[in-house]
């Protein structure tokens, strides 16, 4: 199975290491960071897709990639450091290009992982 992790900080961390407990997982990251925590932690050799996703190339990545599956992986904060202030207006849009993806798109949560 293809997944696709979008985020590699803090909760990307998290949800990279579980994924990889699974050795017929692929995990595919996309993150617009230089140095993202994941590959500072060494969870990931190399970030896969290096961009900002948002929902104005959301699909476009999904196209490239071809995942089975896309967990996004990062917090309101983390939309936050590279959006606008109002990180929130990322949300909303991402939420509306969901349902036009042809994989199964999961936001994860800080509670389910337990980073709060």
């Known amino acids: 199975m293809r997944v696709l992790v979008i985020g590699a900080g803090r909760l990307g961390v998290q ?3 579980q994924l990889k407990k699974n050795p017929d997982m692929e995990v595919v990251v996309a ?8 590959l500072v932690e060494g969870v990931i050799d190399k970030v896969d897709v290096r961009a900002h996703v948002t929902a104005l190339n959301f699909c476009e990545v ?9 967990l996004l992986a990062r917090t309101l904060e983390d939309w936050e450091k590279t959006d606008t202030p109002m990180g929130t207006q990322y949300v909303m849009g991402m939420e509306k290009e969901l349902t036009r993806a042809d ?14």
């Open 15 to 17: 949800t990279i290491r």
């Open 31 to 38: 993150d617009p960071h230089e140095r993202p925590e994941a």
């Open 62 to 70: 999904v196209e490239a990639v071809e995942p089975d599956l896309v």
């Open 103 to 116: 994989v199964p798109v999961i936001p994860v949560c800080e509670e389910v992982m337990g980073t709060r």
